[in-house]
């Protein structure tokens, strides 16, 4: 039984109670954390080596693979011998350490993506005021606010609340949040670290597709205005200034494109053709991210609140799953970037390709 973030029940229980069936779940265990620490250290060196990932969006990519490859290489490691066993044998000060790393991280990974369908909804919602504003201090801004807050909320309650209330409330043996019966402040657990979190981002893919569409419509007039043809892959999301070829012959009919009838041109409407494209993949992008999200998230928050009011109405096994398919989240997102990027996928490729001896990496900045 998971005692971590919203659980109730201050002692935990083998639930494995074969050894050839702790042996399966243990090698499943360690593939996760390979292929979730594994995974977004690749994020990292590919942002590290690539200097076509140096974006202001990439830094906030790389803020959420930074806080999956905690998840990956401290919280799952640490929890798996206590799931296991049913005993935490590493002591009360790694315990409380544990409990920090697995409040803060997790929630700052929901934080993150927050931020991520933030900057798109200004890139695509407010262009203008996004090329102008979003400087450094703002990125340095969007970095650390995913950090910060969950840490001002779970460090104190996580690390004062024995010493203030003077009631040492975990034995030995055991690891569990010193609030656990405390169903005010569970309560507030699964609104700040998920409920806030899945608001904002909807409200921000909402408005993200309704500003899409509402170009969409703008743009159909656009193009049929300016009788603009556009090659097939010459609107990328790295140059969205290519050329196209606007046909100027009154006669629909005709194939025919010289230097007479086709003027290879750049123009202000065709950038806005190749950043409207841009921006529509991206929305469906942020769109699969968050979909993600949620999807592995709210089990265990419905689990954990109804939990919080009636404990025996979800089984031990069951909320145990529940808690490992949030965890699946960070094993998932660094797959998501290639799969949905280009960018990403040709940086995974070739770093995995790569036979060089070394890497060289270019300076951040």
Not at 66 to 78: A, K
Not at 139 to 154: E, G, K, Q, S, T
Not at 228 to 249: E, K, Q
Not at 353 to 365: D, L, N, Q
Request: aromatic fraction near 14%; include cysteine; proline fraction near 7%.
């Amino acid at each position: 039984m998971d005692l971590t973030n919203t659980t109730i029940v201050p002692e935990i229980t083998p639930l494995f109670l074969t050894m050839t069936t702790s042996s399966i779940i243990a090698f499943f265990i360690c593939v996760m954390v390979v292929i979730t620490a594994g995974g977004n250290v690749l994020v990292i060196i590919s942002f590290a080596t690539q200097r076509s990932l140096r974006n202001f969006s990439d830094y906030l990519i790389l803020n959420l693979a930074v806080s999956d490859f905690i998840i990956g290489s401290v919280s799952i490691p640490f929890y798996a011998p206590y799931v296991l066993t049913g005993t935490w044998h590493i002591g009360h000060a790694l315990c409380l350490f544990w409990l920090v790393v697995d409040y803060v991280t997790p929630a700052a990974s929901t934080y993150n993506i927050c931020v991520i369908s933030l900057d798109r909804y200004i890139q695509i919602a407010h262009p203008f005021w996004a090329r102008r504003h979003r400087t450094s201090t703002m990125l340095i801004v969007f970095v650390l606010i995913p950090w910060l807050i969950p840490a001002l909320v779970y460090m104190p309650l996580i690390l004062l609340w024995e010493p203030i209330s003077g009631n040492i409330s975990m034995p030995s043996g055991q690891c569990f949040v010193p609030y656990y019966d405390n169903t005010p402040v569970l309560s507030f657990s699964v609104v700040f670290e998920f409920v806030i979190p899945f608001i904002i981002v909807g409200l921000l893919n909402m408005m993200v597709y309704v500003s899409v569409r509402k170009r969409s419509r703008g743009l159909q007039g656009l193009t049929a205005t300016n009788n603009i043809s556009v090659p097939p892959g010459s609107l990328t999301d790295r140059d969205p200034s290519t050329s196209v070829y606007v046909n100027s012959s009154p006669d629909p009919t005709s194939n025919h494109q010289t230097q007479t009838n086709g003027l290879h041109i750049t123009a202000p409407a065709v950038r806005t053709l190749a950043n409207f494209r841009r921006d529509k993949k991206a929305a469906r992008s942020l769109f699969t991210i968050v979909f993600v999200f949620g999807l592995c998230w709210i089990p265990y928050e419905i689990a954990s609140l109804i939990r919080s009011v009636c404990f025996d109405c979800v089984g031990s096994v069951e909320f145990e799953i529940t808690f490992w398919i949030l965890w699946f989240n960070s094993t998932i997102n660094p797959f998501l970037y290639p799969f949905l990027h280009s960018r990403y996928r040709k940086a995974f490729v070739k770093l995995i390709k790569c036979s060089r001896a070394s890497v060289r990496v270019y300076p951040i900045g």
